[in-house]
């Protein structure tokens, strides 16, 4: 039975989801004097849209550490989850590579992947226990029309709106169009 776990991240992001042509677009801007303010405001907005929905928009490779295998499947918080590059796991304080025929990815929606056990395997026994024992390398992020959409919608936004308050609409809501877009992108609460 897992009672911890940790997830880090092992490569980050190449490139945004959404690219600054595509913001650029959005707000009807050619010359590149708003560059950093646009790229800032398209990583805000993509890291909130990934906080609330749980859903990483980028590719990028993480390491989940678990403090012992599964009793069954074990879910990912994030998704959508790709591969699942490794699984290492401590014996006599050295990581040791489990076969990869041993596990596999669910399939499905965001909310039913995880790590299972393959038809017909077990997972090892005789390893170490504790804190950090299992170390799981996965690949998340996918590209999703939706989040994008959203994304350049909020962008736009905050361009339009570029003070903390507007006299006359003090308003610290999301658009509704992004609030529609966001809830669409939900698999689960996190």
Not at 54 to 74: K, N, Q, V, W
Request: aromatic share 12%.
């Amino acid at each position: 039975m897992l009672n911890s776990y940790k997830v880090e991240i092992y490569t980050g992001a190449a490139q945004p989801a959404v690219p600054l042509c595509d913001l650029k677009q959005q707000v009807s801007v050619d010359d590149d004097y708003f560059n950093d303010m646009l790229e800032a405001f398209g990583d805000s907005a993509q890291q909130y849209i990934e906080r609330v929905t749980g859903r990483i928009l980028s590719a990028c490779t993480y390491d989940l550490y678990l403090d012992g295998f599964p009793d069954s499947e074990f879910k990912f918080l994030h998704g959508p989850v790709t591969a699942i590059t490794s699984i290492y796991y401590l014996v006599g304080g050295v990581y040791t590579l489990l076969p990869n025929t041993v596990y596999t990815l669910g399939r499905g929606t965001l909310i039913s992947q995880g790590i299972r056990l393959a038809y017909g395997q077990s997972w090892p026994t005789g390893g170490d226990s504790g804190e950090d024992c299992v170390r799981v390398r996965f690949a998340v992020g996918a590209e999703n029309k939706t989040a994008n959409l959203a994304i350049k919608l909020l962008v736009g936004h905050w361009f339009a709106n570029r003070e903390a308050v507007n006299v006359g609409n003090i308003t610290s809501e999301l658009p509704f169009g992004v609030q529609e877009l966001i809830k669409s992108l939900k698999s689960y609460t996190l």
